[in-house]
């Protein structure tokens, strides 16, 4: 329970409003990056399958897995499904059934929460070190606690003698890459001193928005983290300033005015619910059609979508570390992306219902546009609904775009162009049934009951500021 | 989208608060449906699974099933789980993937919303003739509509242009008998004249609701479509009587004095459901583990839980249906109660955080005590929580009690005792840790965004009256 007097609301968005932080500049943060980045030097060789140490197929090759069954396995499934254009297909998908958690630690400091966010290294990372949650932690790792292998500041999420919950929702990863695979996404507060560890510095959330801007700098797990944060609830009007950011405010708080009530968007989810099915079967490996199985990678014959590589990872900072694992390398860079517009004069976002084959409930709310962008290129004459608008949005209209990583500890060197565009006054309100304009605010209350927001739609979320 | 003036949560309250209808009064209803009962002879045989026309288990034995593949299912899974004594088992369950339709009509007359029920037979019911909602449809029925079997007011449910949608919502079946599910629970308002079919009658919610005072008369799916009626918030102090009926009306609408908030509630199911695990695995009916099958049963080595038993069902009222299905037996009675206890001056209702096999996410809300009585004399000493309280409360803490069937098309005249009690005075506050206190406005929200509360909860919440 929330105690004291300010609402955490309140806090969180104070947090977001201000960049001005005493212990280190957004500039410091850039630059102290770097230099981690600097020190580090990360090694991926790619190796075969036969090569790749504690990993093993299987007879059959049914499944490739760790000797101790831990951490994650590829499988294979085959899905049957009557959404979008194809049907019927195999694929690779990575099987992770545990929850894992996604932690941060906040404390106040002269009245403004600051979030205690690590430099942190993944293997797949593009540029090796992004800004991380405090708290990284898989099931193994923090149940293995007894046999001394705590993660660093495990116990401030666990122990509620010594941390407030503040945000504590379960959130789905990659539909398309994982088999209904969700974190435990949660922020607490402490109001004790702590420790401060080498690689951990204290950012206000205004600062963690300001350098989702710049390209692969927040990692994807501190992103979907800090997109479940609902800022409270306002109808009093938010006037003078009439910047983008601040009508993104005003649509984050604004509980009155969206187009659709909540039971209007859960009637237009629960019929598409209905007309939607996905069926999802385990199959081996070895029997996927259209994938080929190489010494060292699971690849489509056509070398579309991605490929599972096998990776011999070395990691020296100051000491060196070594182990193998799988990795998921895409085929090209995805586009995601919102469109926003102003509809009874606050923003609304456009959504869509998109069904995945590892989600957890058949549809989940993604972004406007969410593609490969070899897919794009190749269904750009197919209309695939607003990609082109997306494409060829004018500068002025383009809010935000960056480069973001995928979860680097799976994904190899994966990144996505995240967007959000302002439509232009002629964008139509009319949109196709499985698109729906929504609020901010409704949107933050969606994540709040868990499972509604993909986690493309959160990452981009997370990108909204709003100074 | 909901047009007009008057809010939908105002026009259901209205109803809810009026039990005066100038067609039918509530007494002439039970009449009606006593008529009703009277003329109809349903007459179930007990055959052997070999008789059982149109139905066939699969060679091996692995699964029963429909030749047609349709309706449903009857599969063997094996169940792991970390949460309560048993932690691993066997047992049948029904396999029905498709998601039904149960819809009630609503229209106003004199500013009143009344709800078109139908006095509807169903092979498993008890007593034959039930109030059910004004279409229940499986996918089947529903799809079928160009061969001309289209199921009657159907088309108020698709055709937005006749009829506008007041509450659509994807809620759960029983989890202990179900793989995962949900049925579409719709409430649509026409304005239009619309024909009343010879079994229907206008009802308000305030009729329904004290008609739930009485044994299986109104059926299972009409208990979870009114459940999901959420009727508004108000912070206004309730003044005045001080009934226990407006004691629960305070606690449907405020929305302020709730023990933990929404936050609170969701942080509290997080860290249940990472701390508790389900695997569910289907399995050969055939090497199910303590299950017998025989020429006319499946059932438990120590005929315990439930059997499945094969029908031969014959229903003659002005014409005679025949046809043969199977159906469940449970093997006693059932139990379901929630404690409810004013906090902060509002009714709290004590929930429970319960894992079922069929539960599509590990975990739903349920009722402060829900089990099966054989189940509970065996365990009485082992100590299911609140159980002893609830089976020995006094008669005036008892504020509702009843039998309330299951529904009549896949359970053979199962009835489970359900009941509310007010705790006295010294009812703790301080509960065990799979149990939170929440105010029926919490619940209903939590109701509104899908797959919260099982439907042993909801049912309890459809029997809350507020006159």
């Not at 400091?109 to 990284?136: D, H, R, W």
């Not at 969700?182 to 963690?208: A, P, S």
């Not at 590589?309 to 990691?315: F, K, P, T």
């Not at 196709?432 to 979320?461: A, C, G, V």
Request: charged share 20%.
């Amino acid at each position: 329970m929330v105690n004291g007097t300010i609402p955490k609301s309140y806090l969180f968005l104070q947090s977001a409003l201000t960049e001005e932080n005493p212990f280190i500049t957004t500039e410091q943060v850039l630059d102290w990056l770097q230099e981690r980045n600097k020190k580090v030097k990360v090694n991926i060789q790619r190796v075969k399958f036969s090569d790749l140490d504690q990993w093993k197929f299987d007879e059959g090759v049914t499944v490739l897995r760790h000797i101790t069954g831990k951490f994650f396995s590829i499988e294979g499934i085959n899905v049957l499904t009557n959404f979008g254009n194809k049907q019927e297909w195999d694929q690779p998908i990575i099987n992770q059934p545990e929850i894992g958690y996604l932690g941060i630690i906040t404390k106040e400091f002269n009245g403004i929460l600051y979030f205690l966010m690590q430099a942190k290294i993944e293997p797949g990372n593009v540029n090796n070190v992004q800004l991380s949650p405090t708290l990284q932690a898989t099931k193994s790792n923090y149940t293995q606690v007894h046999k001394g292998k705590k993660p660093t500041y495990l116990e401030y999420f666990v122990d509620r003698s010594i941390a407030q919950v503040l945000l504590d929702q379960l959130q789905s990863e990659q539909g398309a890459r994982f088999v209904r695979k969700r974190n435990r996404n949660i922020i607490v507060k402490v109001t004790e001193e702590i420790d401060v560890q080498d690689n951990f510095v204290w950012l206000t959330l205004g600062q963690l928005k300001r350098l989702i801007r710049y390209d692969n700098t927040v990692n994807m797990d501190t992103r979907t983290v800090i997109s479940g944060i609902h800022f409270g609830d306002s109808n009093e009007p938010i006037g003078g300033r009439e910047s983008f950011s601040s009508s993104m405010l005003l649509s984050a708080l604004d509980s009155k005015r969206g187009m659709y009530s909540f039971d209007d968007i859960i009637s237009w989810f629960t019929q598409l619910k209905l007309q939607y099915d996905l069926t999802v079967k385990t199959i081996p490996l070895s029997s996927l059609r259209d994938w080929v199985i190489t010494d060292n990678e699971i690849r489509h014959v056509n070398n579309k979508y991605f490929k599972v590589i096998a990776a011999n990872v070395e990691i020296s900072s100051r000491e060196v570390s070594r182990w193998c694992q799988p990795l998921i390398q895409s085929a090209q860079e995805g586009l995601i992306a919102f469109v926003v517009k102003k509809i009874n004069g606050v923003f609304h976002f456009l959504v869509q219902a998109k069904l995945e084959c590892g989600n957890f409930d058949v549809l989940e709310f993604a972004p406007t546009v969410q593609c490969l962008t070899g897919n794009y290129r190749e269904t750009v004459t197919g209309g695939l609904p607003f990609l082109e608008y997306v494409l060829s949005a004018k500068k002025q209209h383009i809010r935000y775009d960056s480069l973001q990583s995928e979860e680097g500890g799976r994904f190899y060197r994966e990144q996505n162009r995240n967007v959000i565009i302002e439509a232009a006054e002629d964008f139509p309100v009319e949109v196709p049934e499985n698109y729906i304009w929504m609020t901010l605010n409704q949107l933050f209350y969606f994540i709040k009951f868990n499972n509604y927001l993909n986690i493309q739609s959160r990452s981009l979320l997370s990108a909204v500021e709003f100074i």
